[in-house]
């Protein structure tokens, strides 16, 4: 069995060196290829810190949604219960999803997410797919055709997490990119095996008619005399 999370998160901003908190994380479980229903999903109270307006703008949720919310010591050991030893996606997850949720987990001093779980859909995405003019979630959810229409109001940790699970499994089922060199040695390869190249240029192995040399020559000393 694979098991495989994929998983999204929303905060109150970028700069989580600086106090930016996350306030809500959003999962989907994925058994063998396929969507389940076993998901986690929990709004995270950021204890003091203001989510700014234009942050607001993108996922809606405001400090007093999130008053009675739980701290992150509650849900942190949750979250890492749910994901197990499981491989875990995220978009764009090694610049920010992956540093930023650790980093909530080490101030708790609980067991950060190991490299060797962390999968990042961008990368994928970047090696496998040449058609989209950007590779944001939304661009590949168009590409492929993953449908939009449930984050249509605001952004949302699961329903995120949900667009990217069927955006991995579409990933998964693209064949790798071909290696640039690699390709270029099949394309100067085959174009050294043409008829017309090299050595393998088919020879005249029958005499030119009279008629024809005659014309050529007739050609050639109209050509020459003009010249002069």
């Known amino acids: ?3 495989i999370i994929c998983f ?4 109150t901003g970028f ?8 306030i809500e994380i959003g999962a989907v479980e994925l058994i063998d290829g396929k969507l389940t229903d076993n998901t986690f999903h929990e709004y995270i109270n950021p204890e003091g810190k203001i989510i700014p307006p234009e942050t607001y703008m993108v996922h809606k949720i405001s400090n007093a949604f999130l008053e009675d919310k739980p701290t992150m010591s509650i849900i942190a050991p949750k979250f890492l219960e749910f994901i197990g030893d499981s491989q875990v996606v995220a978009h764009n997850g090694l610049d920010f999803d992956f540093p930023f949720i650790n980093y909530e987990l080490e101030k708790l001093h ?6 060797n779980q962390m999968l990042d859909s961008i990368v994928i995405a970047r090696n496998r797919v040449f058609g989209p003019k950007a590779y944001t ?4 959810a168009k590409w492929f055709g993953v449908s939009l229409t449930a984050r249509a109001d605001a952004h949302g940790a699961l329903i995120d997490a949900e667009i ?3 955006v991995y499994l579409e990933l998964e089922n693209t064949a790798p990119a071909q290696d640039i060199n690699e390709f270029m040695d099949e394309q100067h390869a085959a174009f050294l095996k043409h008829p017309k190249i090299g050595a393998d240029f088919p020879k005249r192995n029958f005499p030119v008619p009279e008629e024809e040399l005659k014309i050529h020559d007739e050609f050639m000393d109209k050509l020459l005399n003009t010249e002069k």
């Open 1 to 3: 069995m694979t098991r």
């Open 8 to 11: 999204d998160i929303e905060t």
């Open 15 to 22: 700069e989580y060196m600086r106090g930016d908190r996350c």
């Open 110 to 115: 609980l067991k950060t997410i190991p490299r």
């Open 137 to 140: 979630l939304d661009a590949l």
């Open 164 to 166: 990217l699970a069927h």
